[in-house]
């Protein structure tokens, strides 16, 4: 910075670089090959789902929030879903809750899968990536099997979850849970001591405590900068509070420890799935608050009236009280909220997301200052975004 | 929690409480406007209640009522584990005073609420569109804004319709 004659050059990356993560422009401005400054572009993915929110009712909804961030789907359901019954005041019963939270976790672990894939295959170590997805694979293979989709799964409901759990259920997920401790391992063992990898994200993309909340981060970033703030045990919901595990948290706030925490993160999950599989409770799926819910398919085969109703549950929807909720969850990548305004009317009159990946991505200048240009790709890839849910 | 923060800012700021609105054991205040800066940085700035976290702020667009829209602020307090919403409302030429000197997350989230909503913040350092394009007309998240509205891209021959023969 002593000499001001200097020039500095200015260069896109993307939005069609292949380690953006989807179609995000930052504009760099560079001395030599450090980065004076990092301006990130977004909206190439605008969609408007917010706008299109507030001309669905509210069951129709949920179809779009898959489609925010497509990597993590059902956590957007759930907190979508959360929302609404929090507007109603009804409660999802315990079996649903319990499946919820085994669905969501596994949720986590496979975007976790995606992230280290994916951030290690933009650093250098390109077989992560083929090993991060094989194993995705086997997930997206039970939410097909649950749900019926691979990714756009649509499974959760307001009241509970679409549909009863399939018999084999828990014989796949035991098969996940001896499986994927193994599989974890394998990957730290490639990465967490490689000296390369050390040497691209040790003290690399800097942030404290401090100006991770100044920026609003949440999720895994926030944690590893030493921040013992998780949702899932500052404000439980869906019966969180009542499973036994850590929230692994860094100390230096960079991307090794970011690494480090989605790494241990996967770990505390599969004991979370453990443990709802254990303890799975009995009986309904869903809600018996006939009003919201949809009733079950056999039945409106065979009686009219269910025919009637679900007719005009699916053209009328139904209509909440007046009023405005808040309901936040933990998703993957952060605090992912929900803020509904109701006007009593079977449309919502406005919905508001809260997306983790926008304010995560916010602090990018802060965490690209005074780096190698190569050091962008990484810190990019360790912030963990997925633009469907920037732009919305 | 939530009802010492509502008697402390009672105590300091009675004048400046519009309205206070409990749902669902949520709390939210309508608080004003020229207030706003003096509120939020006492929310931040007091000890017990430490309000460092600006989770959200975000645009609501009451069509036909006046003022027009309601700009929400949503904070929380991670020492207490508490959340509160407060509330501006404002016209469609008012100037609302920008949080980001205080708060780093304002940015984005403000340019947020100028792209969508048409509202501008003051002292804001790069008050621009974030999610659309620069040349967009309008703003999209309005009630008066159509769903479906589409702009032709392709004007060339706009002044010389193609004749129709026969």
Known sequence: MGDKARETMFLNMGPQHPATHGVLKILLELDGETVVKAIPDIGFLHTGIEKTMESKTYSQVIPLTDRMDYVAPLSNNLGFCLAVEKLLEIEAPFKAQYLRVLLTELTRVANHLVFVGTHA??????????YGFREREMLLDLFDFVSGQRMMTSYF????????????FEEKVKNILK??????????????????????????????????IGYGLSGPILRATGVKWDLRKSVPYSSYDKFDFDIPIGKNGDIYDRYLV?????????????QALEGMPQ???????????????????????????????????????????????????????????????????????????????????????GHMIADVVAIIGSIDIVLGEIDR | MLEQTLSKLKQQFADSI????????????????????????????????????????????????????????????????ARIRLKVMVDENEIIPSLTADW???????????????LKFENHPD???????????????????????????????????PKIVG
């Open chain 1, 179 to 212: 499986v994927m401790p193994k599989r974890i391992r394998d990957y730290e063992n490639i990465l967490s001591k490689n000296r390369i990898w050390l040497n691209r994200t040790v003290g690399i993309g800097k942030i404290s405590a401090e100006e991770a």
């Open chain 2, 127 to 161: 008050l621009r569109r974030i999610l659309l394009p620069d040349s967009w007309q309008g703003h999209p998240l309005r009630k008066d804004f159509p769903l479906t509205k589409e702009e032709v891209i392709f004007r060339h021959n706009q002044n010389r319709p």
């Open chain 1, 262 to 274: 989605r790494m241990e993160e996967m770990k505390q999950s599969l004991k979370i799935v453990k």
């Open chain 2, 18 to 81: 519009l309205d206070v609105n409990w749902f669902r054991g949520e709390l939210s205040i309508v608080i004003n406007k020229d207030k706003l800066l003096d509120i939020t940085r006492f929310l931040k700035e007091d000890e017990e209640l430490s309000y460092k976290f600006l989770s959200d702020i975000c645009g609501v667009d009451h069509l036909g009522r006046s003022p027009r829209f309601d700009v929400v602020y949503n904070f929380c307090s991670l020492k207490n584990r």
């Open chain 1, 283 to 369: 009986g309904d799926y869903i809600a018996k608050a006939p009003e919201v819910v949809f009733p079950p398919k056999e039945e409106v085969k065979g009686n009219m009236e269910n025919l009637i109703f679900q007719f005009k549950l699916a053209v009328e929807g139904f209509s909440p009280p007046k009023g405005e909720v808040y309901q936040a969850i933990e998703s993957p990548k952060g605090e992912l909220g929900y803020y509904i305004v109701s006007d009593g009317s079977p449309k919502p009159y406005r919905v508001r997301v809260r997306p983790p990946c926008f304010l995560n991505l916010s602090a990018l200048n802060k965490m690209a200052e």
């Open chain 1, 121 to 130: 295959h933009d650093i250098g170590a390109i077989s992560m990536v083929l």
């Open chain 1, 157 to 168: 409901r307001i009241g509970g979850v679409a549909k009863d759990i399939p018999e084999g």
């Open chain 2, 104 to 118: 780093k997350s304002a940015n984005w989230l403000e340019r947020e609420i100028y792209d969508m909503f048409g």
